[in-house]
């Protein structure tokens, strides 16, 4: 097939790696204009782009889809379908309707549950014991046109959504080929989603931070595992803040926030407790709780708050 590809973050790479080494030929990678990046602001490419050009294809990064250059320009490539992967823009009915096989959307969640921008880190927010990837046809909706395919995966206890989004990346791209191959000789069928069923993401920002003691250890290490690795989950240690990495359930008791055990550093909540395994004072480095407590002792009946 002759295939327009649009993304723009890591999680679209293994896609378009996979299709750059397939037998179709790429046209064009569509993806996001450079952006400043940092403190110092440096102007940087995507990882899209980054990609693309190492295999030496064409990219174009159009500030919007919605004037008629952009379209006359997709529609000379004469695409026979269009991937997109965490594009990150809204396509324009006029270029959903350019291509024969369709807008291929591939979504890290088994739609319709999690339409939105961050599905991964809300399955895993959530607790979800299982997710997968799904392949779809592009509609002017949020994530509603019809289902191609879907691949389903486990998520494992103490997975976090940085290592959740890698696998389901590589599934993703997996399925896109597997779908393309189907799509082209007819031997898939669209459904349509049930809405009934749907469920949307929630925006992932800071203010989800701030861990409530009070709340169970499962939620807590939810939370800490699905805010990896941003914004992630903070607390106050000593009045310092401290961001929490990585944790463990732990069947012991205490009162909320306090230290019951030092080897390893444990922590109660308001059902069970954690064991922090990695954390980090703010300015300092990401460090395993006992190379933390050499420098920053601490004691039973200590609180986080």
Request: proline share 6%.
């Amino acid at each position: 097939m002759n295939i327009v590809f649009m993304g723009t973050p890591d999680f679209a790479v293994p896609t378009l790696e996979k299709l750059a080494q397939s037998r179709h030929n790429i046209l064009a990678v569509i993806t996001q204009p450079d952006k400043p990046v940092g403190r110092k602001q440096i102007l940087t490419p995507p990882d899209v782009k980054v990609c693309a050009e190492k295999f030496g294809l064409t990219v174009l990064q159009p500030e919007t889809l919605k004037d008629e250059n952009s379209y006359k320009e997709i529609k000379e490539l004469a695409p026979d379908v269009i991937v997109v992967v965490a594009y990150g823009k809204i396509l324009p009915k006029n270029i959903l309707d350019i291509p024969e096989y369709g807008c291929v959307n591939v979504h890290g969640s088994l739609l319709p549950k999690y339409r939105g921008a961050a599905p991964i880190q809300q399955a895993v927010l959530n607790g979800d014991k299982v997710t997968g990837v799904t392949t779809m046809y592009m509609a002017e909706g949020l994530d509603t046109g019809d289902i191609l395919m879907r691949a389903e995966t486990e998520i494992g206890e103490n997975e976090t959504s940085a290592e959740l989004f890698d696998r389901l990346a590589l599934l993703g791209a997996d399925l896109l080929l597997e779908t393309l191959e189907k799509l082209e000789n007819g031997s898939i069928t669209p459904v349509k989603q049930d809405e009934e069923e749907a469920t949307y993401t929630v925006k992932i920002t800071k203010e989800m931070c701030p861990i409530d003691w009070t709340k169970s250890a499962e939620v807590i290490h939810n939370q800490v595992r699905g805010l990896q690795t941003w914004p992630v989950a903070s607390a106050k240690l000593n009045g310092k803040d401290v961001k929490i990495h990585s944790t463990r359930l732990c069947e012991k008791n205490g009162k909320a926030g306090e230290i019951i055990d030092i080897d390893p550093l444990t922590v109660a909540c308001g059902e069970d407790s954690l064991i922090i395994k990695e954390l980090q004072l703010s300015g300092k480095k990401r460090m395993d709780s006992k190379s933390f407590m050499l420098g920053h002792p601490l004691g039973i009946g200590d609180k986080f708050e």
